[in-house]
């Protein structure tokens, strides 16, 4: 939880308790219009250390059960977006953590803090809490690995999520690719419409004849959400697609996947929508 004080708060402060050092650090220091606002974190009796450091602080907003459940979701199902976004947000947190930690470190080195009143690091430093599997490989990283095999069997409307589960385009240049594969191009999934040998000057988004995108389902493609249209993409009657901030509807499917401007294909196989 956040605190505020009129005043600057001392990075590190200390306090005895039967004749041990407890020390509370701060981090995340903003001013405010008040003052400022920081988080603390309180290390155990006796302790100074940067992995204890960087662990205080990750605790401080995530307890061992929040983060157990936090990896558990993204583990049940890599496609759910929110479960992903949050596994992300702790990750930037520990990331913070450790930078923070770093900082309070060389502020207790260039303020001469008594080496009696210290511990050394180990001989490890930064330690994940995340949670780890007995042989120490982070349990997320290897889900990735799994749903990486089984990326194939996904639909494309669940495939369009994750694209950074399929391979990329870029590594397939002279290799043979088959219809109905797909591949991952600019942060953007592309299906394979007919097999073909993979050529630098054929990237996805300018050969509609070989690719199509992975686009929104037809249930997005509603006035009120319509589908981005980012070129190299199919369009279908009846459904709307956004581009460059102008709605369109499309009054004519292509029946092939069209790359140009949705404003150069008005009145062929679009309108705008007023």
Not at 40 to 45: G, R, V
Not at 82 to 108: D, F, S, V, Y
Not at 241 to 266: A, E, F, K, M
Request: hydrophobic share 40%; charged share 25%; proline share 5%.
């Amino acid at each position: 939880m956040k605190q505020q004080s009129i005043n600057l708060p001392p990075l590190v402060s200390a306090r005895r308790d039967l004749g041990q050092n407890i020390f509370t650090v701060a981090f995340d220091i903003n001013e405010t219009a008040d003052g400022y606002e920081f988080g603390t974190a309180e290390l155990p009796p006796g302790m100074w250390r940067k992995d204890l450091i960087i662990s205080a602080i990750i605790r401080a907003k995530y307890s061992a059960d929040e983060m157990e459940a936090i990896t558990n979701n993204v583990l049940a199902d890599i496609t759910d977006r929110n479960a992903r976004e949050e596994h992300r947000a702790m990750q930037q947190w520990r990331m913070k953590a450790k930078q923070w930690a770093r900082e309070l470190m060389q502020w207790a080195a260039d303020n001469g803090m008594a080496e009696a009143e210290l511990m050394p690091d180990p001989a490890h430093e930064d330690p994940d809490p995340t949670i780890e599997g007995a042989d120490g490989i982070d349990t997320l990283s290897a889900a990735v690995i799994l749903a990486k095999d089984d990326a194939e069997t996904l639909e494309d409307e669940k495939a369009m999520e994750v694209p950074e589960l399929f391979p990329l385009w870029a590594d397939q240049i002279g290799k043979q690719l088959k219809a109905g594969e797909r591949y991952t191009y600019r942060r953007r999934l592309y299906k394979v419409l007919q097999d073909h040998t993979a050529q630098a000057d054929w990237s996805p988004d300018v050969t509609a004849s070989l690719f199509t995108e992975v686009a929104a389902s037809p249930e997005q493609g509603t006035h009120d959400n319509p589908i981005p249209y980012n070129g190299n993409m199919e369009l279908v009657e009846g459904l709307y697609y956004s581009q460059d901030g102008v709605v369109y509807r499309c009054i004519r499917s292509t029946g092939t996947p069209v790359y140009h401007d949705l404003s150069d294909l008005v009145g062929l196989y679009v309108q705008v929508v007023k």
